[in-house]
């Protein structure tokens, strides 16, 4: 993968591409003060409502007798004051209001699916720019974006490309997750179909797999093959109740797009393409299979996380250090009641 493959999958670049052929959508600039925000991790008040957000803290000698709690040990009044964009505020409520009121947000490729946890509707349906903003800065995805958006190119001798940050903002609608697909594309071929919620058994892809698959086929030959910047790509596409395929999004060939169901080894090599004529469809058979999903693990600290899985060895020792000490304390408890007297 390399950078400028990165750099297409922009969603300015494609989207002029295949407008046609996906939800309508308004692309805002996003203003550098803008995001030094969203990566100030110290701006705990979410910016961007209709009005000037405050939250005061007080105490001092006139304060009301029922108040117990004290904040702080001088006499002086602290104010934390959400920054505010007024100019920018203007256009993403004109553009929310222009798309119906509700819209789906990302950046320049990235959407948070990783912070519907904190919304109040555990949803990315954003009314204001305070919900965005709240998705943003809980989103490890967003941070990505704004960060390392070539962290695992190829070609990381090369300088990298001067990025235009935006606020991507779609018209808001409801996608139901088994409609969903992931689609793999090599040298302009296609070899690998997968859902995109891949940890989920649904009855109607089982039933329909050679539908399901061949309108996909169908879609990328009429709209999609050779019209790309690129002939290695990730496509996503929903098929909607009427049999209609729309695209979602467009993504790097690369260990930075999630593989789903199948792993970059099998894809990159081209064993996938030798097995069979068409592409190869894999998806959850049964509902034994069924797992969690994996932005569950957003939801929790980063240390559990990696004690589960090993990753961190140093975090793994301290833990069973802990856990040892923990068990010799315990012990000497033990001896110390049993003790005669």
Not at 110 to 136: E, G, K, V
Not at 247 to 256: H, R, S
Not at 272 to 286: L, M
């Amino acid at each position: 993968m390399k950078k400028e493959q990165v750099v297409n999958c922009q969603f300015s670049v494609w989207y002029p591409i295949f407008k046609k052929h996906t939800i309508k959508s308004l692309i805002l600039p996003l203003p550098q003060n803008v995001i030094d925000y969203l990566l100030d991790d110290g701006t705990l008040v979410v910016s961007g409502s209709d009005h000037n957000t405050q939250q005061t803290q007080t105490n001092n000698s006139d304060s009301d007798a029922e108040e117990d709690i004290q904040w702080s040990d001088d006499e002086t009044t602290t104010t934390v004051t959400a920054p505010e964009f007024p100019e920018f505020t203007s256009k993403v409520l004109e553009a929310i209001n222009s798309l119906g009121g509700r819209v789906f947000p990302k950046l320049n490729w990235s959407a948070p699916r990783d912070a519907n946890w904190i919304a109040l509707n555990s949803s990315l349906q954003c009314r204001s720019l305070s919900d965005i903003f709240l998705l943003f800065k809980s989103s490890d995805f967003i941070t990505h974006d704004l960060t390392q958006p070539f962290l695992q190119c190829s070609d990381q001798d090369s300088p990298d490309p001067v990025i235009n940050y935006e606020l991507v903002l779609r018209k808001w609608s409801e996608l139901i997750p088994g409609g969903e697909f992931r689609c793999f594309v090599k040298e302009n071929k296609l070899i690998a179909i997968s859902p995109r919620d891949y940890t989920q058994y649904y009855q109607h892809i089982l039933k329909q797999e050679e539908q399901i698959s061949q309108a996909i086929q169908d879609f990328f030959s009429q709209h999609i093959q050779y019209n790309f910047l690129d002939e290695d790509f990730v496509f996503d596409v929903y098929r909607d109740s009427q049999g209609r395929v729309w695209l979602i999004d467009l993504n790097p060939f690369g260990e930075v797009t999630d593989s789903l169901l199948f792993t970059w080894g099998e894809l990159t090599s081209g064993e996938v393409a030798e097995q069979q004529e068409g592409p190869a469809f894999r998806y959850t058979t049964s509902e034994v299979t069924v797992q969690p999903s994996p932005c569950l693990s957003y939801r929790i600290p980063r240390d559990f996380v990696d004690l589960s899985t090993g990753e961190d060895a140093y975090k793994l020792i301290d833990f069973l250090k802990l856990k040892k000490s923990q068990q010799e304390e315990s012990e000497e408890e033990e001896e110390q009641e049993n003790a005669p007297q």
